[in-house]
């Protein structure tokens, strides 16, 4: 199975928005609502963002949200902030009931 | 809240055994209500899924790495692990050992990680 497929790197000002792509197939993004967004630093344990494509978990900011359209799923980021620099990953279960992540996003906040 | 904690060698000869342990609290692994998975990190590359086993113990695991993983559970102690056989450098990464709900609810989605541990590198030395 491949990775899907997000962009190396993001950045923005703080206060402006951001989106991240991530890209995969008909077998796996394409193919269920099964999207979760993570972050990650160093250090930590990673954090859930997104699931099921466009749900925050509770305690999560109304600053991430997440949406799919095909075969890509986006998760944009507004009201950027310094505590949102790190790296974003995408995950997705497939057709053959595996998960898959994305290449992985580094966003950095200008 | 549940937590999940790795432990385990921090350094592995190459071709030897990579052994990990997970330990959970605040939840139980023989629920029947998550799946129990590996996912690793690479210094530098991105994360790679390694593998669940589900209360009842049937597993799931990445293709390219099947052939050399097993992950079990034990459930009297709360715990579940990896084994990586015939180890080479390119297994060193950060091991993750994560949960992951068999059904969606007000936080997490279905068959994704909704908890993660912290991470515990390992190391293959040649």
């Known amino acids: 199975q491949s990775a899907l497929t997000q962009p190396a790197s993001v950045s923005g000002s703080p206060g402006q928005s951001i989106t991240i792509s991530c890209t995969g197939t008909s077998s796996d993004v394409g193919g269920n609502n099964y999207v979760s967004w993570y972050q990650l630093h160093p250090g930590k344990a990673p954090k859930l963002l997104i699931y099921d494509v466009s749900y925050r978990p509770s305690g999560i900011s109304s600053r991430f949200s997440g949406s799919k359209y095909g075969s890509t799923a986006s998760l944009a980021i507004s009201g950027l902030q310094a505590e949102d620099e790190g790296d974003y990953y995408c995950s997705s279960y497939t057709s053959t009931s595996t998960l898959v992540f994305g290449t992985g996003t580094k966003v950095t906040v200008l | 809240q549940v937590q999940l904690q790795e432990s385990g060698p921090g350094l592995v000869k190459s071709s030897e055994t990579l052994s990990l342990t997970c330990a959970v609290s605040?939840?139980?692994?023989?629920?029947?209500?998550?799946?129990w998975n590996w996912v690793r990190q690479p210094p530098g590359e991105g994360l790679e899924w390694i593998g669940y086993?589900?209360?009842?113990?049937?597993?799931n695991y990445n293709p390219s790495l099947k052939s050399r993983v097993t992950i079990s559970v034990d459930t009297s102690k709360n715990q579940f692990f990896l084994k990586v056989t015939s180890v080479t450098a390119a297994d060193t990464a950060v091991y993750y050992c994560?949960?992951?709900?068999?059904?969606?609810?007000?936080?997490?989605?279905?068959?994704?990680?909704?908890?993660w541990g912290q991470g515990t590198l390992v190391t293959v030395s040649s």
């Open positions: 994560a949960r992951a709900p068999r059904y969606s609810y007000g936080s997490g989605g279905s068959y994704l990680p909704d908890h």
């Open positions: 605040g939840g139980s692994v023989s629920s029947g209500t998550y799946f």
């Open positions: 086993i589900s209360y009842s113990g049937s597993t």
